[in-house]
């Protein structure tokens, strides 16, 4: 069984910066697929940013330029770099872990982001 755990969210006033963190306990491979993904209110969740056990990465355009994912297998654990932050980025922010061959798919259980205008 895995389980994930997000930190690093909270309160920032417009153009600051937060850094989302995801640590994985259980059976994580390497070749396990990272996402961040992120809901308002009255929204449906969208996904913001992948990266796969090759480094290949991928950003909704919303947050290219701003958002810096990246990962680290030997601990298990994903973050997201956030710059730039703009009050339409407020949201619970979820870590997924997609493992390959049918292993499963895995949630964080969300951490709140809220940026002031």
């Known amino acids: 069984q895995v389980q994930l755990v997000e930190s690093g969210g909270g309160l920032v006033q417009a153009g600051g910066s937060l850094r989302l963190s995801c640590a994985a306990s259980g059976s994580i491979v390497n070749r396990v697929v990272w996402g961040w993904y992120r809901q308002a209110p009255g929204k449906q969740r969208e996904l913001v940013a992948t990266i796969t056990s090759r480094g290949g990465i991928s950003y909704v355009d919303s947050v290219k330029g701003r958002f810096t994912i990246s990962r680290d297998n030997a601990k298990k654990m994903v973050d997201l770099q956030m710059n730039s932050l703009k009050p339409e980025d407020t949201a619970v922010y979820y870590c997924?872990?997609?493992?390959?061959?049918?292993?499963?798919?895995?949630w964080g259980q969300g951490t709140q982001v809220t940026v002031s205008s």
């Open positions: 997924n872990a997609n493992l390959p061959a049918n292993m499963g798919n895995y």
